[in-house]
């Protein structure tokens, strides 16, 4: 048996090389099937040998050449087809729905986050707030101590009646020369009468003494008479020339007290401001973050206490130069935080800054010195928040992902969207 199928074997290769086909005729391909499933190959007998190359050529079967893949597998190529279709459809309408918006993740919220600190000096007796606590304008965030305060308030006040007193007692002055002023003028015009008289009286006697009716004496007499009510005269005119001065000088008096009163009550009005701020208080809605006052602390004016960060704040986005194109004021906005990725706010773009970030840093770059590489700039972008959420906290420095439609039309897959919207109802 062995002998035989030693002698098969090399019958086979001399086929081989003789130019027919190596395969014999009875070989059967294994396709993996079970040795019980395999049809067995026809015995040949012992003995006979193929006469030559035609008897080693396999025998025709007479099937059909293998058909191509779409008619083999039609179910497959047409789920590929469609597949490649849907592909190439879902892309277009992506970069067409993207190409409506711009986005950025350099973006940040900001606010303007200020020190909270007093004025004047003292020790800390209340501190009624405590760490992140939101208040309201007009809210105390400490007290200082004011006794100080009150009693300089209290001097103040004393010495603004003090000067209003001063006011009071030159009006009285000037009421007491001004009547001075009447009786003054009451005796020019008594002594002018008396001058009108003497001088008859002396034109009378001198007349008589000229025609010899009269005496030397009786003329001389009422001379010196008239003599003596011209001096009367000028003595009540210089009297009343000097309460006439003596009135300005009192309306200078007044108006020194009336100065001395404003100085007062400048005095009184920052006592009372130094007083109030011993209390401070919150300027506007706000957090108070970064706690630091402490009851009995001593606080010196400008002692920082706590930072403040107020309600109204916005989103700062640093998109490149190249996205700014088709970018509006007014443009609507979708802001997602990173702290809070579930929640989605919507905002309107405000103002787009006239210049790149680095412009206006403390050192900006100074590209017409040494080799220059272009490198896209970032622009600074304003974005006003519709309707920040009030049940979490949004402060400064919190990472922001703004989405700025810049294209208002509809993209195709929102308009498919609205149609079959339409359709539906």
Do not use: C
Request: net charge neutral; hydrophobic share 40%; no cysteine.
């Amino acid at each position: 048996m062995y002998d035989d199928t030693v002698l098969e074997r090399g019958e086979a290769r001399r086929a081989g090389i003789d130019g027919s086909s190596s395969i014999p005729a009875s070989y059967e391909p294994d396709f993996g099937l079970p040795e019980t499933t395999r049809a067995p190959a026809p015995e040949r007998p012992v003995g006979k040998e193929p006469a030559g190359p035609a008897a080693a050529r396999p025998e025709t079967t007479g099937k059909a050449p293998r058909s191509g893949l779409l008619r083999r597998r039609p179910v497959v190529s047409a789920i590929g087809a469609v597949l490649i279709a849907a592909t190439i459809g879902g892309g277009y309408l992506y970069m067409d729905y993207a190409d409506h918006f711009e986005s950025t993740d350099d973006a940040f919220i900001a606010a303007r986050q200020s020190a909270l600190a007093p004025k004047v000096a003292g020790y800390i007796v209340a501190v009624p707030v405590t760490d992140n606590q939101h208040v309201n304008a007009g809210d105390v965030i400490a007290r200082l101590d004011d006794r100080d305060y009150r009693v300089a308030l209290a001097q103040a006040e004393a010495q603004v009646a003090a000067a209003q007193a001063n006011i009071q007692n030159a009006d009285a002055q000037l009421d007491v020369q001004r009547a001075q002023i009447d009786a003054s003028q009451a005796q020019v015009d008594q002594a002018q009468a008396a001058l009108v008289f003497a001088q008859q009286q002396a034109t009378r006697f001198q007349h008589l003494e000229q025609t010899g009716y009269g005496t030397v004496q009786n003329s001389e007499q009422f001379t010196s008479q008239l003599h003596q009510q011209q001096a009367a005269l000028l003595s009540a005119k210089a009297t009343l020339n000097l309460a006439q001065r003596q009135i300005e000088a009192l309306n200078a008096q007044r108006k020194s007290a009336v100065a001395n009163l404003a100085q007062m009550q400048a005095q009184r009005d920052q006592a009372e401001l130094n007083l109030s701020y011993t209390t401070v208080r919150a300027a506007q809605p706000g957090r108070v973050v970064n706690l630091t006052a402490a009851v009995g602390q001593f606080a010196q004016a400008g002692t920082n206490l706590s930072m403040f960060v107020p309600d109204q704040s916005w989103v700062t986005a640093n998109f490149k130069e190249i996205q700014l194109d088709r970018m509006r004021p007014g443009e609507k906005v979708t802001l997602r935080i990173d702290a809070y990725p579930n929640r989605e706010i919507h905002g309107h773009v405000e103002s787009v800054q006239p210049g790149s970030g680095t412009a206006f840093s403390l050192l900006p770059a100074q590209n017409a010195t040494g080799n220059y590489v272009k490198i896209v700039q970032r622009v600074p972008v304003k974005i006003v928040m519709d309707n920040p959420s009030t049940d979490v906290a949004l402060g400064p420095g919190m990472s922001v992902v703004p989405t700025v439609r810049v294209d208002a039309a509809p993209s195709l897959i929102e308009r498919l969207g609205k149609l079959s919207l339409g359709r539906m109802l």
